[in-house]
Structure formats: C-alpha cells, structure tokens
C-alpha cells in the first residue's frame, strides 16, 4: 500500500512498519525493532531532532529554513541521522540526544506494541557534517497487554489573558487575580452555583511558574488566570467579567489576548492496559479485509530489569575547593509530557561532568526544586551510553494537556528551570 490510513497508532510505528518490510525483520528481531523504533522516536517530531527546541539555541542557523530529519537505515538497524544540504538547522549528538530522552520513562523499557526498547545502551557518534551515527538499542519481547487512550467529559475551562504594565507589575497582577476570583465567587453564590473545581492565577514575565526559585522586579506581565467549573454558564459569566477589571482594579491594564475568553469542554485522559488476546485487528482495503497478524507478546515484570547506575565523584574530588555553576554549563537538556506525567533528560557535555551531576541531581534535590508544582513522586533513571539523567515527574502538570489550566499544560518549560539548578563542582575542573 502507498497510503494506509489507521487510527491512533505509536509514532514510531510509521518508520518501524517499512524497515520490518524493507529488511525482512521478524517479529523475534527484538533488537533490530528496537533500532527501528528508536530510528522513528528520533523524527516523528520533526525538526526538533535538527536543532529545533535545542538548549545551545544560539548555535543553530536557519530557523526560517529548518531541515527536517532523515533517517538512513541498515538491514543491521543501525542508522545516520542527517537532513537536507542546504536546509538550516544542525545535526550533532546533543540534538540527537536531547530528541532520544524527548517524553520517555524508563530507558530501560520504553514499552511499544511490538517491542521494549532499552536506550540505556544507546551511543550517538558524529560521522561528518551534520551526520550522527546512532546504535546500541536493544530489545525485549514485547508485552502481552496493549495501551488503550480513553477521554472523558470533565466540566468546562476558561483562560483569561492580559498585560499588566508599570512598577510592581507582578504584584499587581496577583491582586487583580485575587480580585477576579472573589468578584466571581460572590456571583456565583447569588446565584446557588457551587464554587470553581480549580483556579490557576500565574504572572507571566514576573516567573511565577518558577514558584520559590523566581526572580520578580518585572515591570509588565501577562496575567492570566485559568479556571475549571462543572456549570458552562457559570464560566461565560466569567468571561463577560474579566474586562471590567480593567476600569475597577489596578493601572495599566491592556492587551486583551483573543477577546473574551473561550469556553471550552476539558476533555481529560485515562489510559490503561487490555490484554492483546481480547483485542481484534483487521485491516481494510477495500472490498478486501485481511486479519492482522497475530499479536505476540509476553507478561512484563519491571522488577527483572537490570540495575543501570551511573558514576558519583571520587572521595578527593573536592579535595581543593568546590565552586558552584548552574547546570546549563555542564549539561543539555530538554522535557516533555505524557499524561499528567513530566520528564526531563539531561545529557552531559562532558562525560567527566556527570558524576557532579549525578552527585547533585538525586530524586530527592529535582522533588524539592519543582515541589511548588510536581505533587507526585520523582524517579531518576540512568543512560550510561549518552552520559544521560532522565527524571519522570509524576502528577507534575494540573492534569496535563487540555485538561489543565496551567500556562505550561506540557511541561515544555521544565528542563529550562532544572538547568538553573546549582551544581557543586571542583574549583579546578575546566568547563
């Protein structure tokens, strides 16, 4: 088929499926499908695997021109990474690396329907211009259960969005949002509704989202406050209140963004497991449907994974001082979501940094720097072969996605506050 038309599907899956037809891999291939995978996981986004969303920003040229990524493959699954000549943007193992630790769990076990791939293992070595040769992924059988994505109606959502110019802006915007809240709060009393299900006051440019770590004194904010009510009347009320402010509250209020706002249905996700045996596939085409191939797949324990750890700096390291740096100058790195879960990737510059890192970046450092907004627990999780952290947040994101009404529903700011954090090192080591 030159188009096959499916539903919701893994990202990877589209880059995996003409390999497996181009190579004549089978489905006991557990290692070359992991090389596969990885292969799709490293383009299905686009351009962030050449340079887009890339910490070192001002290194990479063309952003009006960006070269979205080719993937050249081998029957023996490993492959190059590159793009078009002449396009803008920039291939090298910190663009490829940042992509790989993109919105993954474990590296150990990056679960997808027809393999586990472990990316602990996993080497990025730069071959020529804009060139990175990846391998090293291996594979386990798959798992006997597939994931099934389920949405459920759960209420309405409104976000205001306006600016709040002039002295103590961020000061000002609070109040203003305490005030928006309580004027509606009163009205819905009056009128029997029960109270908002959550409120979100956030002052954009004053770093509220960076809580106890934040450095105010900002002169103008976006200020905007998210709510979520199970009455729809109750939320346009809210928006046909939210201009008034500007004439009864603090000076220099403008730049009403997009009107009124919008009332929206929050849509929220559940995902689960079925067991591949109670799940029919068939594929259509045409007059013609053809049974799937038989799922295959086997019970999953994460407790038989093996223990993957990472180095920590000798006894003497700080034997002639320490000096502190924040960790952007000894790492990359990059977050993203899955569900209401956060994850952020750190990717040593130097091999010889990550055991300061590791030393000062413990599950327990990364809970306390985000506490103000991950509820859930933190894991840490090690990849030797890239010289790589990953840190899975769990209940980090308001309910995640369209559900949430924080301004980073998606934790895509995430990785940039962490690479504030201090990191103590030797007062000699170069970086």
């Not at 490829?96 to 027809?114: F, H, K, S, T």
């Not at 989202?209 to 450095?215: E, M």
């Not at 034997?319 to 040593?348: C, E, F, Q, Y």
Request: glycine content about 10%; charged content about 20%.
């Amino acid at each position: 088929a030159d188009i096959v038309v499916t539903g919701r599907c893994v990202d990877s899956a589209v880059t995996l499926a003409p390999l497996i037809h181009a190579f004549g891999w089978t489905v006991a291939d557990h290692d070359l499908l992991a090389q596969g995978s990885l292969a799709g996981h490293l383009i299905e986004c686009g351009t962030q695997a050449t340079g887009g969303n890339y910490t070192d920003w001002d290194t990479v040229p063309g952003w009006d021109d960006m070269g979205f990524p080719v993937a050249e493959c081998r029957a023996d699954g490993s492959f190059i990474i590159t793009k078009p000549e002449g396009t803008g943007g920039l291939v090298c193992p910190s663009t490829v690396g940042e992509q790989m630790v993109y919105e993954i769990g474990d590296p150990r076990a990056y679960i997808l329907p027809d393999v586990v791939c472990d990316f602990t293992g996993v080497t990025l070595t730069q071959v020529g211009p804009d060139r990175v040769e990846v391998k090293g992924a291996r594979g386990l059988p798959p798992t006997d259960q597939a994931k099934a994505s389920i949405t459920y109606a759960d209420g309405f959502r409104a976000m205001s969005l306006f600016m709040i110019g002039g002295i103590d802006a961020g000061a000002k915007a609070q109040r203003v949002g305490a005030a928006m809240l309580a004027r509606m709060r009163r009205h819905y009393a009056q009128r029997g509704w029960p109270d908002f299900t959550e409120t979100c006051v956030e002052a954009i440019g004053a770093e509220d989202t960076y809580g106890p770590h934040a450095r105010p004194d900002a002169r103008e904010v976006m200020l905007k406050v998210g709510v979520r009510h199970p009455v729809k009347d109750a939320l346009e009320l809210f928006s046909r209140e939210v201009a008034p402010l500007a004439l009864m509250s603090a000076p220099a209020i403008t730049g009403f963004t997009g009107g009124r706002p919008k009332v929206q249905p929050v849509v929220r996700l559940f995902s689960c497991l079925v067991p591949k045996a109670q799940v029919a596939a068939s594929i259509d085409m045409g007059d013609q449907t053809v049974a799937a191939p038989p799922w295959h797949g086997q019970a999953f324990d994460p407790a038989t994974l093996p223990q993957v750890d990472g180095p920590l700096p000798d006894a003497d390291a700080y034997a002639r001082g320490t000096r502190i740096v924040p960790l952007v100058k000894l790492a990359w790195g990059r977050s993203g979501d899955k569900g209401d879960a956060a994850n952020i990737g750190i990717l040593a510059r130097k091999p010889a940094y990550l055991p300061f890192i590791r030393a000062a970046l413990s599950e327990q450092a990364v809970a306390a720097w985000f506490a103000h907004l991950v509820k859930g627990s933190v894991q840490r999780f090690d990849l030797p072969g890239t010289h790589a952290l990953n840190f899975l947040m769990h209940e980090a994101l308001g309910g995640g996605g369209i559900a949430s009404v924080r301004m980073d529903s998606q934790g895509k700011a995430f990785a940039q506050m962490l690479l504030d954090f201090p990191v103590p090192i030797p007062a000699d080591m170069a970086l």
